[in-house]
């Protein structure tokens, strides 16, 4: 994948040569961000991440009712006009509870998503760019993490720590570390071969510095494409951690607890499965679209189909 970022080598000439195409003058930025908007799919996911993100963002503010208010005249009501959504055993109106559960799983997600390439963008780094025995005693290390299945590592590890989502966002981040510790690992080995490292290390430029500023941003686009996925990943994991009780802890309006307060009710008020799991649907499919857009964008095998 090409770098996202102009790279430090050496500036292109201020006009394109002649007989070069427009597209050869552009930035890579440019290029993919040109190639992004070709994919109608991906600009839809994007759309419907950028729903989900101001739902989130709105939270009570936007939520017809109080998500936890309870009305004992109201229970099982099916969807109407006062409630879409209907509501549940408790009276309390499910589209509410499932606007506020959009807040729960940005956040999780999102939040375990960033702390995992804070923990995995450095120790890739580092096991690229020196090998040898410190890439050894890394990446084996990180080989623990993938002996295990996903969902099983989680439940290990929240159950371990406690149930809550500050736990569930520390598991989920030190599974995902592990992935993109390999991403950048693989990617750090191809780019400190090139000329622009090379020309750095002969200037004896720290090795810090080397990293930081020649090679982290010439790494980036793959790691960005992995980060996606792992929105999309971690919205179902949370998910299903709170049905199994593990995440968020009642009254919170997760969708997956949601889906677990709704089991013994799926005969005569499958309103209350139905829901919930259209919007985990909705939530995973947004960030799969717009990640395989993201994806063919920066990968120029895929960027002029």
Do not use: C
Not at 104 to 121: N, R, W
């Amino acid at each position: 994948m090409p770098p996202l970022f102009a790279a430090q080598e050496p500036a292109a000439a201020a006009a394109a040569p002649s007989g070069t195409s427009a597209d050869e003058t552009l930035s890579p930025t440019r290029l993919a961000w040109r190639s992004f908007r070709r994919r109608k799919l991906g600009l839809v996911g994007t759309a419907m991440v950028l729903l989900l993100v101001l739902v989130a963002i709105g939270g009570t503010l936007i939520t017809p009712y109080d998500p936890n208010g309870m009305n004992a005249s109201v229970s099982m009501h099916a969807p109407g006009l006062a409630h879409p959504a209907g509501t549940d055993r408790f009276g309390r109106d499910q589209l509410s509870r499932l606007m506020e559960g959009t807040r729960i799983s940005m956040l999780v997600s999102f939040g375990s998503v960033l702390l995992s390439l804070a923990m995995g963008l450095p120790l890739g780094l580092i096991a690229g760019y020196y090998g040898g025995l410190v890439s050894a005693v890394i990446m084996r290390t990180e080989d623990v993490v993938f002996a295990f299945p996903t969902i099983l590592l989680a439940l290990m590890i929240v159950a371990t720590l406690g149930p809550s989502l500050i736990n569930l966002v520390l598991a989920i981040a030190i599974i995902f570390q592990a992935n993109v510790a390999r991403v950048v690992r693989a990617s750090v080995m191809s780019v400190k071969e090139k000329e622009f490292v090379e020309a750095a290390r002969a200037v004896a430029a720290r090795d810090a510095v080397i990293m930081a500023r020649f090679i982290l941003p010439n790494v980036m686009s793959p790691v960005i494409v992995q980060a996606t996925f792992h929105l999309s990943l971690a919205i179902f994991i949370e998910a299903s951690l709170s049905f199994l009780g593990l995440g968020a802890q009642p009254p919170t309006p997760s969708w997956g607890l949601m889906l677990n307060e709704s089991r013994t009710f799926m005969e005569f008020a499958p309103w209350l499965t139905v829901f919930p799991g259209l919007a985990i649907i909705f939530a995973v499919l947004a960030f799969n679209l717009m990640g395989d857009a993201l994806r063919d964008a920066l990968d120029p095998r895929l960027s002029e189909r």
